[in-house]
């Protein structure tokens, strides 16, 4: 069982469960079996990108976030609606700002 599967399945398992869709329920949705969903969900077996497209669709998220883990759309969008209410100056003073608060908070 290859890591990256197993990562990637938990991740499509935490979200369909985030919104209470029975395996079924999401295999219906992304027109795969329930067993298919299975085998991906406990890393088992991996899929092609019409399946990652079909299920990241399926459960609202980016298809980033089921392979990497990185945010999903919805939050990168809210950012860069705040992000735009500043000027360029203000944007480069906010970068500085949150560099030094992830270093105190790493700390």
């Given at each position: 069982?290859?890591?990256?599967?197993?990562?990637?399945?938990?991740?499509?398992r935490?979200a369909?469960?985030k919104?209470?869709?029975?395996?079924?329920?999401?295999?219906?949705?992304?027109e795969i079996?329930?067993?298919f969903l299975?085998?991906?969900?406990?890393?088992?077996?991996?899929?092609?990108?019409?399946?990652?497209?079909?299920?990241?669709?399926?459960?609202?998220?980016?298809?980033?976030?089921?392979?990497?883990?990185?945010?999903?759309?919805?939050?990168?969008?809210?950012?860069?609606?705040?992000?735009?209410?500043?000027?360029?100056?203000?944007?480069k003073?906010?970068?500085?700002?949150l560099k030094?608060?992830?270093k105190?908070?790493?700390?």
């Amino acid at each position: 069982m290859s890591v990256i599967y197993s990562e990637v399945g938990n991740r499509i398992r935490k979200a369909r469960e985030k919104l209470n869709l029975s395996r079924e329920s999401l295999s219906e949705s992304a027109e795969i079996s329930s067993k298919f969903l299975y085998e991906i969900e406990t890393g088992q077996k991996g899929f092609s990108s019409d399946i990652l497209y079909r299920i990241s669709k399926s459960l609202n998220i980016s298809s980033d976030y089921i392979l990497n883990g990185y945010p999903t759309n919805d939050d990168n969008i809210e950012l860069s609606e705040i992000l735009n209410m500043f000027s360029p100056e203000q944007i480069k003073e906010i970068i500085v700002a949150l560099k030094s608060i992830y270093k105190i908070s790493i700390k």
